[in-house]
């Protein structure tokens, strides 16, 4: 069937179906992307990805990529800044370093009974001022702070009745910078000048000798003077020597003996020098 104003050469209804397909087939087509609008390429996704994964582990590794004692060569050792290691906080007179702890330690732990000025408070603390056990052997003293003391003190006299002094390290927050720091507080101030350092060294004996105690609770006189009128085994530390304040270990002991003992059982690698000259440091 054809229509009126249809020529007859078009009448087919394949010419018409194919432009109406063609037509469609136009419509469905996607549009041709305009330049920098195309969408990225997975793989420079990928790229970015990768990029970013590294980079985030390369962090993670916080420098360890930097391995000090591998780039250099052994026994080599960095000169400290004067007066001062490239470690840590500005070094102090061990003496002053250990006060200051000491004194922190003092006034969380200790100032409401024995109070601010050492001197204890009536029949209930006694004066730590001229202490016969705070000043005298490092052992009795330590094991009294760690464990208590319960019974008569030093001079004989009972203070704070039934109950005594009670462990000061009865939650485990006992550090030993902590116990090295107020031994050397109370010994070294209140007028008490005994002019020694109770060192951390000596402090970590004391607590594994708390710990081997046979008695539990809080020490007795029978104790003490049966089994800790000793000082605590560990070096004397020079009131002088310049400590880390933090951790109040002296600040050069670690470098120097690792450099000594590095350079001694590695092989020289290069000739000895020549006579007269003098080795490049
Ligand atoms: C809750 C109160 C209390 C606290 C806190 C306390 N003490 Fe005591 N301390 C006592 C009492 C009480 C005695 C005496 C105990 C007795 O007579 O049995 C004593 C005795 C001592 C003695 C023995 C003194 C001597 O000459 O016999 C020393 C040393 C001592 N205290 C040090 C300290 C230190 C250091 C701290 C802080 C780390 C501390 N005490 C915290 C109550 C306390």
Redesign the pocket.
């Known amino acids: 069937m054809s229509l009126p104003n249809q020529k007859p050469e078009l009448e087919g209804t394949d010419i018409q179906r194919r432009a109406a397909r063609e037509a469609a087939a136009c419509g469905r087509e996607k549009p041709i992307a305009k330049p920098g609008s195309a969408p990225i390429s997975v793989w420079v996704l990928a790229a970015c990805g990768l990029a970013a994964v590294s980079a985030g582990a390369i962090l993670g590794g916080a420098g360890k990529g930097f391995d000090y004692n591998k780039i250099f060569r052994d026994g080599y050792v960095r000169t400290p800044p004067p007066g001062g290691s490239d470690e840590g906080p500005p070094p102090k007179a061990a003496m002053d370093a250990y006060m200051a702890r000491g004194k922190k330690?003092?006034s969380s732990?200790?100032i409401?009974?024995?109070q601010a000025d050492g001197k204890g408070q009536g029949d209930?603390?006694?004066s730590?001022v001229g202490?016969?056990?705070?000043l005298g052997e490092t052992e009795r003293?330590s094991m009294?702070?760690l464990n208590g003391?319960?019974?008569?003190?030093?001079?004989g006299?009972?203070?704070?009745g039934a109950?005594?002094?009670?462990s000061?390290n009865a939650t485990n927050d006992l550090k030993p910078e902590d116990l090295a720091g107020?031994?050397t507080y109370?010994r070294n101030n209140f007028g008490n000048t005994k002019g020694d350092v109770v060192t951390v060294d000596m402090a970590k004996a004391a607590f594994s000798i708390s710990a081997k105690r046979t008695k539990t609770g809080q020490t007795t006189v029978e104790e003490l003077t049966a089994e800790h009128v000793k000082d605590l085994p560990g070096k004397p530390l020079d009131p002088k020597a310049m400590v880390n304040p933090l951790t109040l270990m002296p600040v050069f002991a670690k470098t120097a003996p690792d450099a000594a003992a590095a350079k001694k059982d590695k092989t020289p690698e290069a000739p000895a020098p020549a006579a007269g000259t003098t080795a490049p440091k």
């Open positions: 330690v003092w732990k200790c409401t009974c024995h209930n603390f006694p730590l202490s016969a056990w705070a003293f009294i702070v003391l319960h019974g008569p003190m030093s001079t006299k009972i203070y704070s109950s005594g002094m009670p000061q107020v031994m109370v």
